[in-house]
C-alpha cells in the first residue's frame, strides 16, 4: 500500500475544491507509475478528502475524492499502466481521517494506492509457481 498524502510544508496534489493534478503531483504519479509498469498486479486507488466543505458547490467531499482518485488513475493511464490494472476507484471524502483530532489537517487529503498481490494457491490449480 502506497499513501500519497498533502502537508503542511508542501504544495498540495490538487487545488482547494479542484480534481486536477498540481504539476508536482503529476511528478508523483509519473514515478509511481514507472515502479507499478514493472509489477504485474491489479491496483485500487482509494480517495480522500479533509473535512473542510466545498464552498459554492454542490459537490460534496465524496464527489471530491472519488473524481480526484480517479484523476490519479488517469494519469497512471497517462504513464502507460493499462486500463485492465486497476479494479476499484473509490472515494471516501472526509469519512476515513487519518488524523482523527484534526480531520481539516492536510494529511487526510491523501490517496491510497494498494497493489494486491496473486495468491499462489488461488490463482494456480496445477501447483506451479505464478511466475513460471
Known sequence: SIQVMDTDKKTPMFKSG??????DAKRVIKWL????????????I?????????SGNAMTNIDLSSLRALSAMNELMNNGLPKDR???VIGHGANKPLIK???TH???RRMNITI???????NNTEGKDYFE
Do not use: C, M
Not at 507509475?33 to 485500487?44: F, G
Open 116 to 122: 494486491l498481490s496473486y495468491d499462489k494457491e488461488l
Open 101 to 103: 483530532k484534526d480531520t
Open 86 to 88: 486497476f479494479l476499484k
Open 33 to 44: 507509475s514507472e515502479r507499478l509498469n514493472e509489477l504485474p498486479y491489479q491496483i485500487i
Open 18 to 23: 479542484e480534481s486536477e493534478l498540481t504539476p
Open 106 to 108: 492536510p494529511k487526510n
Open 46 to 54: 482509494e480517495g480522500h478528502t479533509d473535512s473542510v466543505p466545498i
